[in-house]
């Protein structure tokens, strides 16, 4: 035998180049570690979706695990045609609405995102009236988020997301045109309201993320 007799090392194949779908795959013939390198991956910008959509980091937590939970089961069933970041996304996303359907509400709210701001990198000033008018800033985006109408505030939150628009388009079940159309209405909406911020705090531009379409 080759290798181990002859006192040869093994190596094991770093994963981080890998295609998602090839790493599902891998997954689903029982490759644990080709499922840590998928949600080592794609964890943050997941919950960071579903915090900004429930606006609650209490719910986001239970759909975040709800949207990997479902993940793991349907492991057999992915089709490496499909990519796995729109194979998530549309995962997570109908876990938010199903849990809005069961809430009978679909704007709920209760403490903000708290939870996930803690989780964002610092300010490189951290002079407490820059740690206020931040505080300030970001508060204000999240209040202009949550005004804007459901399939906007999707359009954007899931583009912000870094999803490309026919993956937005993919994951809400619209033409990559109409994802288009809701993420430029939703863009103008959120200059308008966050125009006066912007101008008082200019410093702001790494909170308010506006996609260029």
């Known amino acids: 035998m080759r290798g181990l007799g ?23 013939r029982g490759d644990m570690r080709a499922f840590e390198t998928l949600y080592q991956r794609h964890k ?48 997570a996303h109908n876990c938010f609405i199903d849990h809005c359907r069961r809430a009978s509400v679909r704007n709920e709210t209760n403490g903000g995102e708290d939870g996930w701001e803690t989780m964002l990198p610092g300010s490189e000033q951290d002079r407490p009236d820059t740690r206020a008018e931040e505080a300030q800033l970001t508060a204000q985006y999240r209040a202009a988020i949550a005004t804007l109408p459901a399939e906007q505030r999707d359009a954007f939150l899931l583009y912000e997301s870094g999803l490309s628009l026919e993956e937005v388009g993919a994951v809400t079940a619209v033409s990559p045109e109409t994802a288009k159309s809701r993420l430029r209405y939703a863009v103008a909406k959120l200059r308008v309201s966050l125009a006066p911020a912007k101008e008082s705090y200019s410093s702001g531009a790494g909170v308010i993320q506006e996609p260029g379409v």
């Open 6 to 28: 002859s006192g040869g090392r093994v190596k094991w194949r770093s994963m981080s180049n890998d295609d998602d779908g090839q790493l599902m795959l891998r997954y689903a």
């Open 44 to 91: 943050t910008a997941l919950y960071r979706y579903l915090v900004r959509q429930a606006r609650n980091p209490e719910t986001a937590n239970d759909l975040f695990q709800e949207a990997w939970s479902k993940i793991i089961v349907a492991r057999e069933r992915f089709e490496p045609r499909a990519q796995f970041r729109t194979f998530l996304f549309r995962i």
